[in-house]
């Protein structure tokens, strides 16, 4: 058997190891996980019972175009049903994307480093992936238009970027749109956009008034805290979304999915609580790193991207056997940097704790 060449060389997905196999590994009675950029305070209530409310539909179908869903954010973001699509977790919508614009030979522009889902399936459709470096952590937009050629068809933003956590602004971003050619496709992942409080942080729904190229990525699997029920979506221009709808499988979405997130949906105390509690942890946190003489870049979602300077790997193997798992930069061509994610008080307080053990034992880069 043959399978397409163009995929012969990618790697497949590792997800990090369960908690509960790190404890019977290393005799551990407590692990905490901070490396995944989950919700550490759960999920709304809401969304439980919601979930529980759909047990006996087990046996039944979804709604395979999530139309109470739709609806109701449609409603929330004063657009209309045409323009939202769902899809199992935004990385669903990154690979229809995919699927429905890219052919082999055309070029599709990235950041390097950012999530990696773009490229992945850029090369599934075999096109040609330009990568431009970023700039202290964040998206070089300028360097990003440079490369756009009659050649392009999709250019990915992810914004608050992952793994680094930095953003560009709205006026940055505007003035970047504003000279991207009309039929070139601009995706804006805002997977973490619900975390930031920037002041500055753009305003998707205006670009997408304004700009019918654009199109932009949300999920619930984050600050909702909806990760295991993979649902997200994407809102952008009738004839964008239609396209896009033309490659979804169906019932690509659960019952309890859809339950869940529309629940989860109308929860603002929930949400709200989160945005401040992560804005807490995110002070603890670069406060900690600032006392310990660590550098970090600015973290607009719900992690940080810190500057051990020293080999990222055997620290993080240090910190695994002290009980946490975190995302080691050498797996993220980061080599002296962790990806932690803001986890509660608690667990905070613990992983500093830990690195500052670490810190002690593990030599600095020379």
Not at 72 to 80: L, W
Not at 119 to 148: Q, S
Not at 158 to 185: I, K, R, W, Y
Not at 265 to 278: G, M, Q, S, T, Y
């Amino acid at each position: 058997m043959k399978p397409k060449q163009n995929i012969v060389h990618l790697p497949v997905y590792q997800p990090g190891k369960p908690i509960e196999e790190v404890k019977r590994e290393l005799g551990l009675k407590e692990v905490i996980k901070l490396a995944s950029n989950e919700n550490p305070f759960g999920c709304s209530p809401k969304a439980k019972e919601a979930i529980i409310a759909e047990l006996d539909h087990t046996s039944l179908y979804p709604d395979g175009g999530a139309v109470a869903l739709t609806a109701a954010v449609a409603r929330r973001f004063g657009v209309e049903p045409n323009q939202v699509i769902f899809g199992a977790g935004s990385d669903e919508i990154i690979l229809m994307i995919a699927r429905a614009y890219l052919v082999p030979g055309d070029e599709t522009i990235m950041a390097t480093h950012t999530f990696p889902q773009y490229k992945h399936n850029a090369e599934i459709e075999n096109a040609v992936c330009i990568e431009v470096p970023l700039i202290d952590g964040t998206h070089d937009l300028n360097g990003m238009l440079a490369r756009v050629t009659e050649r392009t068809k999709i250019i990915w933003v992810c914004n608050p970027n992952n793994p680094t956590g930095t953003m560009v602004t709205h006026d940055e971003l505007s003035s970047f749109l504003a000279q991207v050619p009309a039929d070139v496709l601009v995706v804006l992942d805002e997977a973490y956009a619900e975390y930031t409080v920037a002041g500055d942080y753009p305003d998707g729904f205006a670009l997408i008034r304004q700009y019918k190229n654009v199109i932009l990525l949300r999920t619930f699997s984050k600050i909702y805290g909806l990760a295991s029920l993979r649902i997200g979506y994407g809102i952008g221009h009738p004839d964008v979304v239609h396209t896009i709808n033309q490659v979804r499988e169906p019932f690509n979405t659960t019952r309890y999915a859809q339950a869940a997130a529309l629940a989860a949906l109308e929860d603002d105390a929930f949400i709200a609580d989160c945005v401040e509690k992560n804005a807490q942890g995110i002070r603890y946190l670069t406060g900690e790193f600032d006392r310990l003489g660590l550098s970090y870049y600015p973290a607009h979602g719900n992690f940080v991207m810190v500057d051990i300077q020293r080999p990222a790997k055997p620290a993080f193997e240090a910190l695994l056997r002290r009980g946490l798992i975190v995302r080691g930069g050498h797996n993220l061509d980061f080599p002296t940097k962790l990806r932690v994610t803001v986890g509660s008080r608690e667990q905070n307080e613990k992983f500093i704790q830990a690195l500052e053990a670490v810190l002690g034992e593990v030599a600095v880069q020379a």
